[in-house]
């Protein structure tokens, strides 16, 4: 069963061709790594298959359930997106935690106030979360109180406790300190021990060769190559992926 | 007239003042988020007349609006108003001048959150609604209490334009007294600056405390 589909996707921003008929197919418990160049369009993939863009074209579903889809030679939404919005969550690269509110109630407010669920059973789930990720004492702190590792580690659980299908991650280390880097790689690393369906946009190559069931290398807004990591890393078949890594390591 | 007598026929000309503040305060700060939200309708011609609204209140005195509204029904419209128009007039024109002052700071609070609360919380499935009540309001109250604090002292030192229409608020009767025979005379503008000036400390010290209360979080 997959959990995401995406076909012939395109979206342009004015004359930015940004995505040319991408398609992708995430089946459960599979984590992707997409990588590649700046302006690829890798962040607009995402944001286009979480609502936050709306598609030029293509066919969006998920779970078997179609949420986009050409009609007319047009791209036509379902009426109600609401459903949808269960089944997947998003980490930012900036975290976006509501900086007003402590970190359980970051967590735990989508859950009762949008699922409708029982407030002390999220809470408690909540909390089981924050044990595993090593923040149970932190649950009463603001955000602008914890380390950019910690606020990506609430970030994480707070997409965990919507109990989504597939979870989506936007270069989730970019924006932390190296030495804050591992530990939110470490809580990714685990999800994926656990089948968490995941697709993660990401600049550490050594983490998606590690993680990934597939790498995904993105240029120009069309995917160049992918497969298995050992494979594309190993045994890189295009030009543009090879320029691509040899300029990575010279970083 | 005595100085005693004068400061307490001040002190009861002053409930009028509060009450103007207060009246104006609780009209035009809600009205002014609708203000707001009808600046960025997405209906073009309620957008065009909320600027020239806004414009308007903020390019012409609010003396001169006084007049417009005291005297616009009956001298423009024909229409008979009520006994108490002049405290009426008052309020309506001091609620509808403040609440463009308020749209505009309520914009630039409200236009400096950054982007990533609205996707966050459209990601985990709030509506417009709940985002705008749970994660954009209280965010902008909190960026908006500064430059709110510099409306509502000039408020206070506004509502003295009421004797404009004659209203009998405590600035009307400062000058009533201050010209009648045998009176304390500039005593009684003094006594009524320094009225003015402890309600300013009082609201602004209000205002702290809120700021204060509000500083839980960055
Ligand atoms: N909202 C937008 N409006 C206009 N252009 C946009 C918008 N979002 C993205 N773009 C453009 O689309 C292209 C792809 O951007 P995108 O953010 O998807 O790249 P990316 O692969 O995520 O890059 P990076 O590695 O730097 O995050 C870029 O040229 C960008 O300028
Ligand atoms: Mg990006």
């Not at chain 2, 630039?108 to 985990?124: D, K, M």
Request: proline content about 4%; glycine content about 6%; some cysteine.
């Amino acid at each position: 069963m997959n959990v995401l589909k995406m076909e012939h996707i395109s979206k342009s921003f004015g004359d930015n061709h940004v995505l040319k008929d991408i398609s992708l197919t995430v089946d459960k418990g599979e984590v992707v790594s997409v990588i590649g160049p700046s302006g690829s369009g890798k962040s607009t993939l995402l944001r286009c298959a979480t609502f936050l863009e709306t598609l030029d074209g293509g066919t969006l579903s998920y779970l078997g359930e179609n949420a986009a889809w050409m009609e007319d030679g047009k791209i036509k939404y379902a009426k109600n997106l609401k459903p949808f919005y269960k089944d997947f969550g998003l980490v930012f690269q900036s975290f976006n935690l509501f900086p007003h509110r402590t970190v359980l109630k970051n967590i735990i407010d989508a859950p009762v106030s949008v699922q409708k669920r029982d407030k002390k059973e999220v809470t408690a789930e909540a909390m089981e979360l924050l044990r595993k990720m090593g923040l149970e004492d932190k649950a009463d702190f603001y955000p602008y109180q914890l380390s950019g590792g910690q606020q990506q580690r609430v970030s994480i659980v707070r997409a965990l406790a919507m109990k989504p299908e597939i979870l989506f991650f936007d270069e989730p280390t970019s924006a932390l300190d190296p030495e804050l880097t591992g530990e939110v790689l470490k809580v990714i690393k685990q999800l994926a021990e656990e089948k968490m369906t995941m697709v993660i946009i990401t600049h550490e190559m050594g983490f998606a060769r590690a993680v990934s069931d597939r790498v995904i290398f993105m240029d120009g807004g069309v995917i160049v190559e992918q497969g298995d990591p050992e494979e594309v890393f190993g045994n890189t078949q295009s030009e543009r992926m090879k320029s691509f890594l040899q300029n990575y390591n010279k970083d | 007239m005595t100085v005693s007598k004068m400061v307490l026929e001040l002190a009861i000309a002053f409930e009028q003042t509060i009450l103007i503040f207060l009246l104006t305060l609780i009209g035009s700060l809600p009205l002014g988020l609708v203000v707001y939200f009808c600046k960025k309708s997405k209906v073009a011609p309620i957008r065009w007349i909320t600027e020239l609204y806004i414009s308007i209140m903020r390019g012409t005195p609010l003396m001169l609006q006084l007049m417009v509204v005291y005297f616009g029904p009956s001298l423009l419209l024909h229409i008979s108003v009520p006994s108490n128009w002049r405290f009426m007039a008052t309020i309506v024109a001091f609620v509808i001048n403040y609440a463009a002052y308020f749209a505009e700071i309520y914009r630039g609070g409200i236009e400096s959150i950054p982007q990533g609360q609205y996707e966050a919380a459209q990601v985990l499935g709030y509506s417009k609604l709940q985002t705008f009540f749970k994660v954009i309001l209280p965010q902008m109250i909190k960026r908006v209490i500064p430059p709110t604090t510099n409306e509502v002292i000039t408020l206070v030192k506004d509502t003295s334009l009421a004797s404009t229409l004659g209203v009998v608020e405590m600035f009307t009767k400062a000058k009533q007294i201050a010209v009648a025979p045998k009176s304390p005379g500039m005593l009684t503008f003094l006594a009524a600056a320094i009225f003015y000036y402890i309600f300013n400390f009082i609201v602004s010290a209000f205002m702290k405390w809120i700021e204060k209360k509000l500083n839980y979080y960055r």
